[in-house]
C-alpha cells in the first residue's frame, strides 16, 4: 500500500513539473524576463521535489515512520490545495443576470455629443454645432479647447516614438482608413443585391443564429454572442460625424432593431505588449478595421436574407458596445472600462450588427471578472493618468460600475501619442493564450481562493508594474538611416 501512495504521488509530482516546464517555456516565448527567471526557480524546486520523492521511494524509505508521515502529510496538501483552489466556489449570481444586475438606480440614456471622442474629433470652433454644444456644456469648453490646442493622439508634438514613428503612424492610419470607409450610412446600413431584393428566407431562430455566429467567424470574429437590446445602451443623441452628414448630429438616436450580434477581435499579444508605443495603437485600429470588415460583410448578409440590418464600428456606434457584449454572454465588464473575455481577457475590440432577423439569445456569464478586479488593481496602479478608480464599484447614471476617468484618460493619450493600453497590457487575462495561461484563467474563473492566489503570483512573476516588451521587429520603432 505504501509503495503505490509513493507511486501515486511521484505521478502528481510528475504532473506538477510539466505544468512547471510549460509555464518557464512560456514565459521565455512571452519575453517576460523577470517572468523567465521565477519559473525557472519555480521549476527547479519542482523538478527537484520529484527527483527527491523518487529517491525516497526507491530507497523504501516512505516504509519508514517518517516517510510515511512525509508522504501521507503530502496528500493532505495536495487534496487540500484541490479543494480549495479547484472547486467550483458559489457563483456571481449578478453577473449571471448581464447588465441588468448592475442596475441599481434611474438609467438616463448617454447622449454620444457628449462622449470625449465626438467632442474632440467631430466639433468645428466656429461651425454652428460647436456654438450650440457649448452653450448647453459651457463647463467642458476651456478643457476641449486647451486640448485641441496640444493636438490628439497622432499629431501631439510630444508623441513618445518621434522622430522614428512614421511607419508605424503610416500603418495606423491605413487601418484607420477602412474604417472611415466603411463607415458612410449606404455602407452602415446597406440595402439588399438586386438579386435578393424582396426575398425573405424563411428559418428558425435557431438557424438564422447558427449562421450569423458561423458567418462571423469565418470572416474572423474570435467571439460571437447574440443579445435582445437594452434601449437603455442605445444613445440617445447622434453625436460622432464623418462623411460631412451634419444633418445628423443631434439626431435622437430610435432603437431599429431587436437583436444585437455582437463580436469580438483579438488584439495580438506581442503588439499589444509594446504599450503605450506605437505598435500598440497600429495594432488597435488593425483590430477595429478587421471588425468594420466583418461588420460590413455581416450587415450585407442579413439584408441579402431579407431583414434589416446596421453595422456598427468604429466609425459608426449607435449603441455602447460593452454592455451589450456582456448581455451577449462575452465576458464581464472590468475595473479598465474594458470588457473582459475569459480567452483573451480585455485584448480585444468589439464591433456589432443590429438586426430584425428573429436570434437566440445568449445568456451572460459568470467568469469571476468582478471578484477578481476587486482583488487586483493592476490597471489602476499602472494607469499613467491614474484614470482608473482604486476604490469599490459605485453607483454611475443608476449602474453599479467602476467609472474611468474619460478625461484624463484623453489627455493622456494625446501626450503619448497613440492610444496607450498600458492597462490592457498589464491584465492578467490578457497573458498570452498558452496553455499554463488557459489552466489558469480555468481556475480564476471557477475559485474565488485562486483569484487571490494567482492575483499575489501575477505580482511576484510580472511585477506590479510590468515593462513594456518588444515589439515584432517589423514594428520597432528605429532610428533612420539617415
Request: proline fraction near 6%; charged fraction near 20%; charge should be positive.
Amino acid at each position: 500500500m505504501t509503495s503505490l501512495l509513493g507511486y501515486i504521488a511521484i505521478l502528481g509530482l510528475a504532473v506538477q513539473a510539466l505544468i512547471g516546464l510549460a509555464f518557464l517555456i512560456s514565459s521565455i516565448w512571452e519575453k517576460e524576463k523577470r517572468a523567465s527567471i521565477f519559473a525557472g526557480i519555480q521549476f527547479s524546486g519542482m523538478l527537484g521535489l520529484l527527483i527527491l520523492f523518487i529517491y525516497w521511494q526507491a530507497s523504501r524509505f516512505f516504509e519508514s515512520g517518517t516517510g510515511l508521515f512525509i508522504l501521507i502529510s503530502s496528500f493532505i496538501a495536495g487534496i487540500a490545495a484541490v479543494l480549495l483552489c479547484v472547486r467550483q466556489t458559489p457563483v456571481n449570481q449578478r453577473a449571471l443576470q448581464g447588465t441588468r444586475g448592475l442596475i441599481v438606480g434611474e438609467v438616463k440614456r448617454f447622449d454620444e455629443r457628449k462622449h470625449v471622442f465626438a467632442r474632440n474629433r467631430t466639433l468645428k470652433p466656429g461651425s454652428d454645432q460647436y456654438d450650440a454644444f457649448y452653450r448647453e456644456n459651457p463647463e467642458l469648453e476651456a478643457g476641449d479647447a486647451a486640448r485641441r490646442e496640444k493636438g490628439g493622439p497622432l499629431g501631439h508634438p510630444g508623441l513618445i516614438d518621434r522622430p522614428h514613428d512614421g511607419p508605424n503612424v503610416a500603418g495606423t492610419l491605413a487601418s484607420l482608413s477602412l474604417c472611415l470607409w466603411l463607415s458612410s450610412l449606404d455602407k452602415v446600413r446597406p440595402q439588399a443585391h438586386p438579386e435578393c431584393k424582396g426575398k425573405k428566407i424563411a428559418m428558425s431562430p435557431e438557424e438564422a443564429t447558427a449562421r450569423v455566429k458561423g458567418f462571423a467567424k469565418n470572416r474572423g470574429a474570435v467571439l460571437v454572442g447574440v443579445t435582445e437590446i437594452n434601449p437603455l445602451w442605445v444613445f440617445s443623441h447622434k453625436g460622432e460625424i464623418f462623411h460631412e452628414n451634419w444633418e445628423d448630429w443631434g439626431r435622437p438616436v430610435e432603437t431599429r432593431h431587436k437583436y444585437a450580434i455582437v463580436f469580438a477581435e483579438e488584439m495580438d499579444f506581442e503588439m499589444i505588449g509594446s504599450a503605450p508605443h506605437t505598435p500598440t495603437v497600429m495594432e488597435s485600429m488593425s483590430a477595429y478595421a478587421k471588425g468594420a470588415f466583418i461588420a460590413a460583410q455581416l450587415a450585407n448578409f442579413v439584408v441579402n436574407m431579407g431583414y434589416s440590418a446596421t453595422a456598427e464600428q468604429l466609425r459608426y456606434y449607435e449603441e455602447l458596445l460593452v454592455p451589450l457584449a456582456v448581455d451577449a454572454g462575452l465576458g464581464e465588464a472590468g475595473r479598465l472600462g474594458y470588457l473582459l473575455t475569459r480567452k483573451y481577457g480585455p485584448r480585444v475590440r468589439l464591433s456589432a450588427v443590429t438586426t430584425d432577423l428573429p436570434l437566440v439569445p445568449d445568456k451572460p456569464v459568470d467568469i469571476g471578472v468582478e471578484h477578481f478586479c476587486k482583488i487586483c488593481k493592476k490597471c489602476a496602479v499602472c494607469c499613467p493618468s491614474k484614470s482608473i478608480p482604486m476604490d469599490e464599484q459605485k453607483e454611475v447614471n443608476g449602474t453599479l460600475r467602476w467609472k474611468v476617468n474619460a478625461e484624463t484618460c484623453f489627455d493622456y493619450w494625446g501626450k503619448a501619442g497613440t492610444d496607450c493600453n498600458i492597462c490592457m497590457k498589464v491584465c492578467p487575462w490578457s497573458h498570452a493564450n498558452t496553455i499554463p495561461h488557459q489552466l489558469i484563467k480555468w481556475l480564476v474563473s471557477r475559485n474565488r481562493i485562486s483569484r487571490h492566489l494567482f492575483a499575489v503570483m501575477d505580482d511576484i512573476f510580472y511585477g506590479k508594474r510590468p515593462k513594456a516588451r518588444p515589439a515584432p521587429e517589423w514594428a520597432q520603432f528605429k532610428p533612420s538611416d539617415k
